[in-house]
């Protein structure tokens, strides 16, 4: 079992930049693929951004490539998002989610995850 819980997320104007972690109890940390999701009001939560187990790979929306960075240390069990250039259509609740395993493929589907956390306000002022 893990527990998932996500700080970092806020207010911020357009062009600006949020750190989003996501930290996780339980010593296996390095075995579960970690991806961050975001829901927007009225909207479908969707797929953001992947890392798989050790770092290596990620995987990242058309939205925000270029844009986020997904990165992890599975020493302090956690995974960061560094999300730069923000923008309006950024605002959501962004979750952290995590499913083990060591494979590197695309996991994009929220029914491919086991763990969620609560979620993390990001709101972006235009």
């Known amino acids: 079992q893990v527990q998932l819980v996500e700080s970092g997320g806020g207010l911020v104007q357009a062009g600006g930049s949020l750190r989003l972690t996501c930290t996780a109890s339980g010593r296996t940390f390095s075995t579960y693929i970690m991806s961050w999701f975001r829901q927007a009001p009225g909207k479908e939560r969707e797929f953001v951004a992947q890392i798989n187990w050790s770092g290596s790979s990620t995987d990242y929306a058309d939205s925000v490539k270029g844009r986020f960075t997904i990165s992890r240390d599975n020493a302090k069990s956690t995974v960061w998002m560094q999300m730069n250039s923000l923008k309006p259509e950024d605002t959501a609740v962004y979750y952290c989610?995590?499913?083990?395993?060591?494979?590197?493929?695309?996991?994009?589907?929220?029914?491919?995850?086991?763990?969620w956390g609560r979620g993390t306000q990001v709101t972006v002022s235009s």
């Open positions: 989610a995590a499913v083990r395993g060591y494979s590197s493929n695309s996991y994009r589907y929220d029914s491919q995850y086991d763990y």
